[in-house]
């Protein structure tokens, strides 16, 4: 039975569909109804888990010892609970990692949990998951890497077999009606990622593209190629701005720009996700010396993917026992706890919007209504302007804005304006809005906002403007005590990096954390894991350090960063490029 407000709003929504379709022209390449589902869902869970996690690694090499791999204490749906309750909408298993080991009772090899102690070699870690996924409802996706470091099939020679052999796991997953969310298949992960040195095997992508379409319908695919999710070009979580969800296929490949990847394309032909993947922890298996990343940091990821219009696809490995640390669950209730916070109270809602409007049906007060499917449009010429009354008073930090994607990304760029005390002021500004854009901007007490668009590709149609006001995060003491020199290195491939790391206070002692956040191709080919834990003594104030880089072939410019924590917790960044 439907409530009042969603009969009005269904209502509202088929008849305002057949007013766009018949008034608005679609711009440029739109999403299909799963793209749409996945950027409305905002929040993916990754859980790697595999021989690393037992070896204490994040690369293996193929040659792990199955009889390791013993999770005594595995509860899949504790995770599948969790991951539910902190609001993650679909959980991606990886049942192959680079080393080959198959975490399924896969007919195609005897490397896999077969072979293993776990529940007498008659463990199925993907039936156990899919189990739990279906009883919570809970989308599943699949990571079955193409790189395969153990198989003796993945060489040059043999590629033929080895495209068998992949496809064939992939129509072993897919085609079986207990593995996914009740048989069904939201994502299949293509990791791009292939170490030095790795025989140059070429894919059979198409084959095996059709294969997940046939069996696995609208599913969607993750890969280097010519799909529907692209990689965001860095590992740390973060989306570029602008963010074009639309990208040239000719532009994608293993060799694609990161920061075409980071950014996407204005004239991009083909509608992508730039998926932001990133892990709670420093590494993507389980290290007992690693913490989860701090709720800062949490957010920071949050309002540089979502809220740049991008879903956060977030890594939580679990531990030996085959159980989610204690900390990172605790990390994730937290984090589900801000962001319930964070959209309270929707400040503008219901707030009188003034500006000028394409007809009626796209009226501005769509834009404050709380209605999904209404929307506002304008062929005003641009810079157009929108004014807000919230008829009070408001005190806010975030402002939200929307774009109707079904019928294209438009908007270009915009800013936002408060007034106070009388006078209009600067608030911030961005490029593309996209499926969700939030900006954040410093707490201001104001009763008139203005949101000004002034570039956009067609006639802009927003579907929302909301305000909100960020809960209030406590700095620890030793954020504001620390922090690197540089903020940016350059240095020769296979040279040493030196940087040092600085303290404001030096009463007292203090220990911090150097890592280094792994990144697909870059770990294992610019750097190799390491971290150093620097003890400050009292009274100093200064640490010189060292780190190598790797040789490798080829004139690409790889970077990565370095993480300074203290108590798990960022206090600093270190971008360092190689080349
Ligand atoms: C990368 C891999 O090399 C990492 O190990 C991890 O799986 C990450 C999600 O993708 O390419």
């Keep these: 039975m439907l409530s009042y407000p969603q009969v009005v709003d269904n209502f509202v929504n088929k008849r305002k569909r057949c007013e766009m379709m018949t008034k608005i022209k679609p711009h440029g390449p739109l999403p299909n109804q799963a793209q749409l589902a996945y950027l409305e869902d905002e929040l993916a869970a990754f859980i790697h ?6 070896y204490d690694q994040e690369w293996g090499s193929g040659r792990e010892d199955p009889k390791r791999f013993n999770p005594t204490k595995l509860d899949a749906r504790e995770w599948v609970r969790v991951l539910k309750e902190t609001g993650f909408k679909k959980l991606i298993l990886v049942v192959k990692h680079h080393d080959g080991f198959v975490l399924y009772p896969t007919v195609h090899t005897d490397y896999s949990v077969k072979a293993s102690p776990w529940r007498d070699g008659k463990g199925d870690l993907l039936l156990e998951v899919s189990q739990a996924a279906t009883e919570f409802d809970m989308d599943m996706g699949v990571y079955l890497s193409p790189w395969d470091a153990h198989s003796p099939l993945y060489h040059v020679d043999r590629e033929a077999g080895y495209n068998a052999y992949y496809l064939a796991q992939l129509k072993e997953i897919l085609s079986n009606p207990a593995y996914g969310n009740a048989g069904k298949f939201a994502e299949v992960w293509m990791d791009g990622a ?64 990161l920061d075409y990847l980071q950014h996407g394309d204005p004239f991009g032909t083909l509608f992508s996700i730039g998926e932001a993947d990133v892990s709670l ?52 209730y937290e984090f589900a706890a801000y ?21 009626p049906d796209f009226a501005c007060h769509h834009l404050t209504d709380g209605l999904e499917a209404s929307s506002w449009a304008s062929d005003a010429e641009l810079p157009i302007q929108l004014e807000l009354d919230l008829g009070a008073l408001k005190t806010f930090d975030v402002i939200e804005l929307r774009e109707d994607l079904k019928l294209g990304q438009r908007i270009a760029a915009f800013h936002v304006q408060v007034e106070l005390d009388g006078v209009w002021q600067e608030f911030g500004s961005g490029y593309t809005v996209g499926y969700k854009r939030l900006l954040r901007g410093s707490v201001v007490e104001a009763q008139k906002i203005r949101v000004t668009i002034t570039e956009a590709q067609a006639l802009p149609l927003l579907t929302k403007i909301s305000l909100y006001k960020t809960p209030t995060l406590l700095k620890k003491e030793a954020v504001q005590q620390l922090e690197f020199s540089e903020k940016s290195l350059a240095v020769t491939k296979g040279e040493n990096v030196h940087f040092t790391v600085k303290r404001r206070e030096c ?65 600093d960044q270190l971008q360092v490029q190689v080349s």
């Design 49 to 54: 888990f595999g021989p690393n996690t037992f």
């Design 194 to 257: 292939r170490g030095e040195g790795a025989q140059k095997v070429n894919y059979e992508f198409e084959t095996w593209f059709e294969t997940i379409r046939d069996l696995q319908g609208d599913c969607l695919i993750f890969s280097t190629e010519e799909t529907s999710i692209r990689w965001i070009g860095n590992e740390r979580g973060y989306a570029g701005d602008p963010l074009w969800q639309k990208v040239k296929p000719d532009q994608l490949g293993t060799e694609a720009e």
């Design 281 to 332: 922890r420093p590494g993507w298996f389980y290290h007992e010396d690693q913490d989860p990343k701090s709720l800062e940091e949490l957010v920071e990821f949050y309002f540089h993917s979502v809220g740049r219009g991008t879903p956060l696809l977030l890594n939580i490995p679990p531990n030996q026992d085959g159980l989610f640390d204690e900390k990172d669950i605790r990390r994730l």
């Design 339 to 359: 962001r319930d916070t964070l959209y309270r109270e929707d400040l503008a809602l219901g707030a009188k919007v003034s500006g000028p409007a394409l007809s």
């Design 507 to 571: 009463s007292g002692p203090l220990e911090a954390k150097i890592s280094i956040q792994p990144g697909t191709g870059v770990h294992g080919v610019a750097y190799q894991d390491e971290i150093q834990v620097l003890a400050f003594q009292v009274g100093e104030t200064e640490k010189r350090l060292t780190l190598p880089t790797l040789y490798y072939t080829g004139d690409k410019t790889l970077d990565f960063y370095l993480n300074l924590t203290v108590g798990g917790q960022l206090v």
